[in-house]
């Protein structure tokens, strides 16, 4: 069997400002690492023989990591539209809000909807291509909303909505 995967649906291009400045950072960082792995490659190439040299082999294989990153961050980051201002209508839900959210059982969850370059789960920080996010799109605070999921609909009402500064 092939490695063959279907194409993915683009994901949008918005990102908060400080996802981008995050960004950023990342690029800077991963230069300074790809230059150190370059010494610590060329060190254990000059070792001999190649083939039995595990230093080298992994070597090789952090190196093309840190250069598919770096591909993809030159491709990436001048498409992204940096969201550095609030909606309009601050009591709706849009990209960069802050949503509690009441379950069914009372239970409270909090999201906060941002760029698929920058969700983290710890965080609760969530796509805005995610069906959570698309589902509380254009809502407001008391507005019950339903998401589709595979396990089935699960109900939710707005408790807050914020919008931070970047």
Do not use: C
């Given at each position: ?164 500064d970047s």
């Amino acid at each position: 069997m092939g490695r063959w995967r279907a194409a993915q649906k683009p994901s949008s291009p918005y990102v908060t400002a400080s996802g981008y400045r995050a960004l950023e950072e990342e690029t800077v960082s991963i230069w300074k690492r790809r230059r150190e792995v370059v010494k610590h490659l060329a060190a254990a190439a000059a070792e001999g023989d190649r083939s039995e040299n595990a230093e080298y082999i992994y070597r090789k294989k952090e190196l093309a990591e840190i250069d598919r990153r770096i591909r993809y961050l030159q491709r990436r980051m001048p498409e992204l539209n940096v969201v550095t201002s609030g909606p309009s209508d601050p009591e709706r839900i849009f990209f960069g809000a802050t949503v509690e959210l009441e379950n069914e059982t009372g239970e409270i969850a909090t999201y906060r909807i941002v760029g698929s370059d920058e969700i983290d789960g710890a965080r609760g920080w969530i796509s805005i291509d995610s069906p959570m996010a698309r589902a509380l799109m254009k809502h407001g605070v008391d507005d019950e909303v339903v998401v589709r999921i595979a396990s089935g609909d699960q109900h939710y009402v707005v408790v807050s909505v914020v919008y931070a500064d970047s």
